[in-house]
């Protein structure tokens, strides 16, 4: 699985900004995917996810209520609509994929494929 990232950038607190990321490979069908980020000084955390089917998402608590998920299989794409951005969502974002059983999204561990990350700037 090859997955690439687009659509990072700096924008104002309290602003929008779009990613996207475009998925490649056998069988995407059966991987969850999701985005993750990583802040200097900080691990890698997950941020959203979202289930094979897209029926299910998953969110970390510090951006639930502003970052939508959404994935179109018909385009083998990842999206993440992220609205009321704060200086503490500056980070690396990446997206990534693992394979998963039905409707879990297997947040709870690593994921198996991650793709280049895309810088998200937040200034106060």
């Known amino acids: 699985v090859q997955l690439q990232a687009s659509g990072g950038g700096l924008v104002q607190a309290g602003g929008s900004l779009g990613l996207s990321c475009a998925a490649s490979g056998r069988m995407l069908s059966r991987y969850s995917l999701g985005w993750f980020r990583q802040a200097p000084g900080k691990e890698r955390e997950i941020v959203a996810a979202v289930s094979r089917s897209g029926r299910s998402t998953f969110y970390a608590d510090s951006v639930k209520g502003r970052f939508t998920i959404s994935r179109d299989n018909d385009k083998n794409t990842v999206s993440l609509q992220m609205n009321s951005l704060k200086p503490e969502d500056t980070a690396v974002y990446y997206c990534?994929?693992?394979?998963?059983?039905?409707?879990?999204?297997?947040?709870?561990?690593?994921?198996?494929?991650y793709g280049q990350g895309t810088q998200v700037t937040v200034s106060s």
């Open positions: 990534a994929a693992k394979h998963t059983i039905s409707s879990t999204m297997g947040v709870d561990s690593p994921y198996d494929y």
